[in-house]
């Protein structure tokens, strides 16, 4: 579905890096978005997937119960939805990043020369992606506070550094790091997927291509997508 800041493009690629430390444990993602990437990771009897998002995880959740999403949404609808946003949140949640550009938290109605149907579109790909987290546990809450499994493998999609979070606010990524970092050191296994990391922290795999912030394409710019590990520290008198 689309998503801003979606991993939809690399998703199968990351997800294969993650499986292979697959074995039965629990996988965790913190900011697990439109589950792009967790939904192709395997190997895991357990899944819990997070988000702040409150209306990203009452959509899918509502998916996972069965909620028919619409095929087409007209601009009137996309504005009676927004401006309603609690009578439906499954729709709501479904609209405000479906069938707006770039995946943008109602950042406008979703539309091209072409006439391409944004809402089948991203409802189709929902579904794909959802046919494989049926057992998947979704939680909303900070990643901070989020209730982790003893020797989970965890997986973070944050916000990128210099970058917004949901509502505006200014994402805070040395905290972010400190709490991966004692994630790995109590006995976790941590992945995060951004553009750079503090020194110490191994890349192990990238993948540079193109992003668009705008309709008319004019305003391109190429990042490379990193995916990091996090070792645990030694601790002890000898650290």
Not at 2 to 18: N, P
Not at 69 to 75: D, K, M, S
Not at 172 to 192: C, R, S, Y
Request: proline fraction near 5%; glycine fraction near 10%; aromatic fraction near 12%.
């Amino acid at each position: 579905m689309r998503y801003q800041g979606g991993k939809s493009r690399i998703a199968a690629q990351i997800a294969s890096v993650i499986s292979v430390t697959g074995g039965g444990q629990c996988f965790v993602s913190l900011f697990c978005g439109s589950c792009a990437v967790e939904s192709k990771v395997l190997g895991f009897d357990r899944k819990i997937l997070n988000d702040k998002h409150a209306y990203l995880i009452a959509m899918l959740q509502g998916v996972q119960r069965g909620y028919n999403l619409p095929e087409l949404i007209t601009l009137e609808q996309y504005q009676y939805i927004r401006d309603h946003k609690e009578l439906d949140p499954v729709l709501a949640g479904f609209v405000g990043f479906g069938c707006s550009f770039g995946g943008k938290w109602y950042g406008g109605y979703a539309r091209n020369k072409t006439g391409t149907n944004y809402a089948l579109q991203s409802k189709r790909s929902l579904l794909k992606d959802m046919a494989t987290l049926q057992n998947a546990e979704f939680v909303c809450g900070d990643y901070r506070r989020l209730c982790i499994p003893p020797g989970s493998v965890i997986y973070a999609d944050p916000p990128y550094n210099n970058t917004t979070g949901y509502g505006g606010e200014k994402f805070d990524t040395i905290e972010f790091w400190i709490a991966m970092q004692l994630l790995a050191d109590t006995g976790h296994t941590v992945f995060v997927s951004e553009q750079e990391a503090p020194p110490g922290v191994a890349c192990i795999w990238e993948r540079p291509f193109t992003r668009t912030l705008d309709r008319n394409k004019s305003n391109q710019f190429k990042v490379t997508e990193k995916l990091f590990y996090l070792p645990p520290r030694r601790t002890g008198p000898c650290a």
